[in-house]
RNA sequence: GCCGACGUAGCUCAGUUGGCUAGAGCGCCACUUUUGUAAAGUGGAUGUCGUGGGUUCGAGUCCCACCGUCGGCUCCA
């Protein structure tokens, strides 16, 4: 058992990736956005993990790396460096920090090394020769400890530098074409944080110095994308040192983006069968015990409030309130299903350090809701859900989903576990799904199917989610009347489609660079009047656009044309509309549209408004 | 929370070894111009230099604490 565990750890560790890539700098306004989707994007950057000839080099430049470090900083002790998707890293224990001038010099370091081609030459070794060897760091011993028996373990040895290591590399130094280090960061030996602090560097290695380039490149238009940076130059959202970290100040135009969402997802939850709900947002302390969030959750759930000596709490779920709801009446199977939906607001704890832009807060608004069924029901209410998640992603324009499966830790399983597992399994395996599956990943109360997606710069994040759970039910003790005569226990799902407006927000305005489609766009069109002679018709336009139901706003800034439309392309504005003595005369418009350089000649405002409707429609 | 970097006008940033009333560009305001598809001209206002302590004759520059941001570790929508 225990060389089990011993081997599985060894197996992450050789396999440990993170899931984020390597960060970008900050960069400056210049070229044009990149045409193409941040996923296509990152497959013309980025090579998927597993090839070979790329990793190899990758793992082979961490070995160049420790072996620079070794040279130039003889104390600190290398512990383990993979290659990883946007290329390696390497961690370090040290005292002194690495400054990003020791990265300089790490870099020129390195590339002497390369430049001298030294073959990578790799023996077998006893496990007492490792040890042996690695005296002195803790970090080698124990993963030469670790080896299983059976399994070879192997040094492999560059010019002077000699490295435990399973294998896989290029020939020599000489095959790494380029290299760069990206950044310094602390990471926890393995990850846990009862254990030392390292100081990891992250590189990248190309096999040319113009594949290299492109990815550098790559990493500056992704950074365009950064939802953050366009929150703000956008006027999106922002987020307020006052007000602390974490929580999120919606402005009129992320709001208005925010409402076309709620709108589309409410159309879709009234087409199948759901019910609005509206619940508070604090709550006595007593209804979370008995929800075993208190018992479960407390991690993420900020501590109690006094209120006339009774204890209330800010809710971390929705799941509580809507069964209240549930059980505020007698049930019957005739009732069910039910299914509650609230655009609910909760609070969880997340620790500062880990606060990111709108993808990670501490306040946000789930598209929450909770089925309540018999199990007979359970299979084909799962899947109904988990093809509206589909509809969604698929609307939005969300491509390159991955798929999970997520387990109950093991030391909580209940028997119902496997047949709401198996559930989730038939609803991805009929649809043809491909899906992983993430061991002890599932909520407290059951097992879930996640939907991640990934961002500009290639961070994984998880949106959708739909979880089934016979757990709650039973805590609440919720029943339904059966056709039978007798008390039943309802099956729970809990899902959330776009999962948190924030974090899908944030997706979306990375998906399309700020430049949201004409239906999604808070600004439709402006009119921009050539000179404030055209200003009453410009305002006439507006009206008739507006009273049409579209977003509109009129340019009366006292500046040239020229200004104007340079000012609302930086805006991502789709159409800029411009009226002059010959637009007023004849009642036309002249669209300047997104995307489109050529001129478009002046049309009748009808034509130009039936224009819109079609595309408001087609949402494109 | 931990490791590291950072915090100067609404935004992006300069501010030399601590030393006169803290600067630039963009934006904003006013005036001039009445403009035809990515930046017209002139003038003007704007800062508790993140917050609070400390060192010093003197702190935006040095030290400490806290807050926030960024890159990671960990956790999750």
Known sequence: MHRQVAADRYRLLRHARPKTSAPDKGLREGAALPSGQPEALMAAARRPHDALPLDALRHTAAHVLAYAVQDLFPEAKPTIGPAIETGFYYDFDRAEPFTPEDLGRLEGRMKEIVSADYPMTGRQATREEAVAHFKGNPYKVEIAREIPEGEPITLYTIGDFTDLCRGGHAHSTGEIGALKLMSVAGAYWRGDEHNPMLQRIYGTAFSTQKELDAYLVFLEEAAKRDHRRLGQELGLFSLEEDAGGG???????????????????????????????????????????????????????????????????????????????????????????????????????????????????????????????????????????????????????????????????????????????????????????????????????????????????????????????????????LKYRGSDG???????????????????????????????????????????????????????????????????????????????????????????????????????????????????????????IAELRDRVRQKN
Not at 490 to 499: F, K, S
Not at 502 to 524: N, S
């Open 486 to 608: 007798l008390d039943h226990t309802p099956v729970m799902i809990h899902r959330a489609l776009a999962g948190s407006l924030e974090r899908f927000f944030a997706v979306l305005i990375e998906h399309y660079g700020g430049a949201f489609p004409l239906w999604l766009a808070p600004i439709q069109a402006v009119i921009a009047p050539i000179s404030e002679h055209q200003l009453d018709y410009a305002r006439q336009v507006a009206a008739r656009l507006r009273a049409e139901g579209f977003r509109i706003q009129v340019d009366e800034s006292n500046e040239k044309i020229g200004y104007k439309i340079r000012h609302w392309k930086l805006q991502k504005v789709p159409y800029i509309v411009v009226v002059g003595n010959q637009e007023k005369n004849d009642g036309t418009v002249a669209p300047n549209e997104r995307g489109r350089d050529e001129k478009r000649p002046a049309l009748p405002l009808d034509a130009f």
């Open 247 to 477: 929580l999120v100040f919606w402005h009129p135009k992320g709001a208005v983006v925010r409402g076309i969402i709620e709108t589309f997802i409410r159309e879709g939850l009234r087409e199948r069968g759901y019910d609005q709900v509206v619940t508070p947002h604090i709550m006595h302390e007593k209804l979370f015990e008995i929800s075993g969030h208190l018992e479960n959750y407390a991690h993420s759930m900020y501590g109690p409030l006094e209120v006339e000596g009774q204890r209330f709490r800010l809710k971390p779920m929705n799941c509580p309130g809507h069964i209240l709801i549930y059980r505020s009446e007698g049930r019957s199977y005739r009732d069910l299903p039910l299914r509650y939906a609230e655009f609910g607001t909760v609070y969880r704890f997340e620790r500062s350090g880990t606060l990111h832009g709108l993808t990670r807060v501490r306040g946000f608004t789930q598209d929450d809701a909770h089925l309540f069924c018999t199990p007979e029901q359970l299979q084909k209410e799962f899947e109904q859900t988990a093809d509206e998640a589909l509809r969604l992603n698929e609307a939005f324009g969300f491509t390159g989903l991955e798929y999970f499966l997520s387990t109950r830790e093991e030391h909580m399983r209940i028997e119902t576990d496997t047949i709401a597992e198996q559930a989730i399994r038939n609803a991805l395996e009929s649809r043809g799904l491909p899906y992983q599956v993430d061991e002890g990943g599932g909520a407290f109360y059951g097992p879930k199917l996640d939907i991640n997606v990934h961002d500009a710069i290639g961070r994984k994040w998880q949106l959708g989610t739909v979880q089934v759970d016979f757990l709650l039910p039973k805590r609440f003790d």
